[in-house]
């Protein structure tokens, strides 16, 4: 059965960046995933999806400044993360849910929404 590890989040000063790493425990060629986020007594909240056909769907908010990218060889989902903001400080979420998946645009996830999620990794943004 599918699952993910999440990896490659810590602190960062605004303005900085982080990349996240997912990484796949099996072929994720037929696989949407994507990445969602959550802090505590918060809802949680979709980030991006990256479907079959190579393309990035991100949430409303992102606004350019985090990409998802995918090293297919190595079944590796990225988060690069670009001019962080204090509020995007949270527990960052990978998923793989086979396809298919409808892409719901501005939210950052698909219909139905990915579960299946892994353990997470942290992000923290200091001033």
């Known amino acids: 059965q599918m699952h993910v590890v999440e990896s490659g989040g810590g602190s960062a000063q605004a303005g900085g960046s982080l990349r996240l790493s997912c990484a796949a425990s099996e072929d994720s060629d037929q696989y949407c995933m994507g990445w969602s986020r959550e802090v505590p007594g918060r809802e949680r909240e979709g980030v991006g999806v990256?479907?079959?056909?190579?393309?990035?769907s991100y949430a409303h908010w992102v606004k350019g400044r985090f990409t998802i990218s995918k090293d297919k060889v190595k079944n590796i989902l990225f988060l690069q993360m670009n001019n962080l903001k204090l509020e995007d400080s949270a527990m960052y979420y990978c998923?793989?849910?086979?396809?298919?998946?409808?892409?719901?645009?501005?939210?950052?996830?698909?219909?139905?929404?990915?579960?299946?999620w892994g353990q997470g990794t942290q992000v923290t943004v200091s001033s």
């Open positions: 998923a793989a849910e086979p396809s298919p998946c409808i892409v719901v645009p501005g939210r950052g996830n698909v219909d139905p929404p990915l579960g299946n």
């Open positions: 990256f479907d079959t056909s190579g393309s990035a």
